[in-house]
């Protein structure tokens, strides 16, 4: 199994630009997380997806920030437009279904440098 | 609301020694516990689970914790400390109760030193 793939790992644009970061989940998870990483606020979950669905998007920051699930295999965090401080890594993960009981697969991180 | 509270920021442990990295957490209902790793320039990694029974887990890399219900406590532990194990370590929790975000702790650096 491949694991979990982001794409791309690092992006570095201008303050203002739009940046999309792509997330291939694992093959039969049918739940995908997106959270944001940084020194001062730690992990936080951005975004929950169940059978394509979002289910939990309290943690989107603004406006700015829009997620897609168009199908199992594919999903999309969009920043528009993008900030300096939105500066962090950015990490996809998956779990197998809706039980909280499984864990989840982190992808490698997509490392956003808005400057 | 539930939390995770890791105590220490970082944690240093001589190569060969024991290891412990603390978690108390708060949750309504039956809790679900969770530890992961992190290596530098790479996503968490799943490392062991407690969802219920035994309240000894046994997970990846030799590591192992330890489900403390009166103290609301889930530490990390490995009897033997290698190099290798220098990461950055979660726990998180959740809860049996439908949907239920599963929340991460701030993260303890372990550093061991050989």
């Known amino acids: 199994d491949a694991g979990v793939i982001q794409s791309p790992r690092h992006e570095v644009t201008e303050m203002g630009q739009e940046v999309t970061l792509r997330c291939k989940p694992i093959s039969g998870h049918n739940s995908l997380f997106w959270y944001r990483q940084t020194m001062m606020r730690g992990l936080e979950l951005l975004i929950y997806?169940?059978?394509?669905?979002?289910?939990?998007d309290s943690g989107m920051p603004e406006d700015r920030f829009s997620a897609k699930m168009p199908n199992a295999s594919f999903s999309t965090l969009k920043i528009q437009p993008s900030e300096p401080r939105d500066s962090a890594v950015y990490f996809c993960?998956?779990?197998?279904?809706?039980?909280?009981?499984?864990?989840?697969?982190f992808g490698p991180g997509t490392r956003l440098t808005v400057t | 609301a539930q939390s995770v509270a890791q105590p220490e920021d970082q944690v240093n442990v001589a190569e060969g020694n024991p290891l412990t990295v603390k978690c108390t957490y708060s949750?309504?209902?039956?809790?679900?516990l969770f530890w992961y790793v992190q290596y530098p320039n790479r996503g968490l990694q799943f490392l062991l689970k407690y969802i219920t029974g035994d309240n000894l887990v046994k997970g990846s890399y030799g590591f192992e914790a330890e489900f403390n219900k009166s103290q609301t406590s889930f530490h990390l532990k490995k009897p033997s400390a290698l190099v290798s194990d220098s990461a950055l370590y979660f726990c998180a929790v959740t809860n049996s109760g439908g949907y239920q975000k599963v929340t991460f702790g701030i993260g303890t650096k372990l550093q061991v030193i050989p």
């Open positions: 949750v309504s209902g039956n809790p679900y």
């Open positions: 993960a998956s779990r197998r279904d809706s039980t909280p009981f499984y864990e989840q697969y």
């Open positions: 997806f169940n059978n394509n669905v979002p289910i939990d």
